[in-house]
C-alpha cells in the first residue's frame, strides 16, 4: 500500500511570502496526486489535480509540480485566506497534511 | 448550483449499527464515481469506500472491510454507508465526496455528518 509523507508539518509564513509543501510517495504514483486545501470547520477543497492542473476556480498563485514520488505545492505569495491545513491525496490515501500558519 | 447532503449520523454505543445517507443535486450523479472519507476529531482526512458510476467496482479501506457497506440509487441521486459492528475509532465526520475520475480526486464534498461511538 502506497504511503504519502507530507513535510513539513507546520510551516509558520507571513503574508506575501513564498509557500513550499512537499508530499513524497512511498512508491511511484505517476502523475497521479492530488491536493486540497482545508480550512476550520469546512470540507477539503480541491486544488490541483494529476499533479500540476488546477481545479476550476482555483487561483493562479497555487501551483503544483513533480511526478513517481516527489511533488510540489506551491503558494507563490501568501493571501491572508490561504492560511489552512492542505492535504496531497493519491486514490485512497491521504498524505498527513501540512498547516500554513501565520507567522 | 452542485449539492452533497449527508445526514445519518449521531452517538452510537460500540457494536452499534448505523446507516448515513447522502443526497446529491446539481450534477450529473451517475455518471461520477463516490466516496466517503472520515475525519476523526482533530486529525487528517482517511478515505473509507469507494463506488464507481454503475456500481461495479467497490472498494474498502482495510479498516472498515467487513463491517461497512456503500451503496448508491442512481434513480434517486443518493450514496449510502452502512456501518455495522461499530468501534471508538470510527468516530469522525464522515463526508461523502464525489469525482468523475478517481485518480483526479474529489471535486465536490458535503458539509459531512458526525459518528460518534461512545458508551
Known amino acids: 500500500e502506497i504511503v504519502l509523507t507530507q513535510s513539513p508539518a507546520t510551516l509558520s509564513l507571513s503574508p506575501g511570502e513564498r509557500a513550499t509543501l512537499s508530499c513524497r510517495a512511498s512508491q511511484s504514483v505517476s502523475s497521479y496526486l492530488v491536493w486540497y486545501q482545508q480550512k476550520p470547520g469546512q470540507a477539503p477543497r480541491l486544488l490541483i489535480y494529476d499533479a500540476s492542473n488546477r481545479a476550476t476556480g482555483i487561483p493562479a498563485r497555487f501551483s503544483g509540480s513533480g511526478s513517481g514520488t516527489d511533488f510540489t505545492l506551491t503558494i507563490s505569495s501568501l493571501e491572508p485566506e490561504d492560511f489552512a491545513v492542505y492535504y496531497c491525496q493519491h486514490l485512497r490515501t491521504f498524505g498527513g497534511g501540512t498547516k500554513v500558519e501565520i507567522k | 448550483e452542485v449539492q452533497l447532503v449527508e445526514s445519518g449520523g449521531g452517538l452510537v454505543q460500540p457494536g452499534g449499527s448505523l446507516r448515513l445517507s447522502c443526497a446529491a443535486s446539481?450534477?450529473?450523479?451517475?455518471?461520477?464515481?463516490m466516496n466517503w472519507v472520515r475525519q476523526a476529531p482533530g486529525k487528517g482526512l482517511e478515505w473509507v469506500s469507494y463506488i464507481s458510476s454503475s456500481r461495479t467496482t467497490i472498494y474498502y479501506a482495510d479498516s472498515v472491510k467487513g463491517r461497512f457497506t456503500i451503496s448508491r440509487d442512481n434513480a434517486k441521486n443518493s450514496l449510502y454507508l452502512q456501518m455495522n459492528s461499530l468501534r471508538d475509532e470510527d468516530t469522525a465526520l464522515y463526508y461523502c465526496?464525489?469525482?468523475?475520475?478517481?485518480?483526479?480526486?474529489?471535486?465536490?464534498w458535503g458539509q459531512g455528518t458526525l459518528v460518534t461511538v461512545s458508551s
Open positions: 446539481g450534477f450529473t450523479f451517475n455518471t461520477y464515481s
Open positions: 465526496a464525489s469525482g468523475r475520475y478517481w485518480e483526479q480526486g474529489f471535486d465536490y
